[in-house]
């Protein structure tokens, strides 16, 4: 196991999550003013996990830990949520009497579901990559 300390095989992470484990270890500090607008904007597009700029690494994994847990919490219960919801429109609308409206908005419902799962999912990656580092 000594020789697989750097190798990235060994880790078993994919390279999106070293970097953001590097990331949370090292910190980011924007030089000038175009490099800090470029990091609060990638703050706001969700690129960056919040509190990556921090000044000591235990503030950055509990501002960054904390705010993929919230965004966890929030698309995981509204994903399932909206699954189920779909899941039961679409039994609705296909059982008993053919119902177009109900097909339909219980597919909108699923894909919407589908994207509130998906988002939770890699709010969890990236809170595991977070703890890890």
Known sequence: MEGCKNDRRC???????DELARAVR????????KERLKLAADKLAGNAPMGI???SKTLRKTIGGA??????LKYGFLGVFLFLAGGAFLYVGVSGEFN?????????LLLLGIWGL???YRAGR???SISKA
């Open 11 to 17: 880790a078993g992470g994919s390279p999106g999550e």
């Open 26 to 33: 090292e910190g980011v500090r924007p030089e000038g003013m």
């Open 53 to 55: 700029d921090a000044p």
């Open 67 to 72: 705010a993929e847990l919230l965004h966890l």
């Open 100 to 108: 177009l409206t109900t097909l339909v908005l219980g597919v909108g």
């Open 118 to 120: 998906r988002s939770a």
């Open 126 to 128: 990236n809170l595991r």
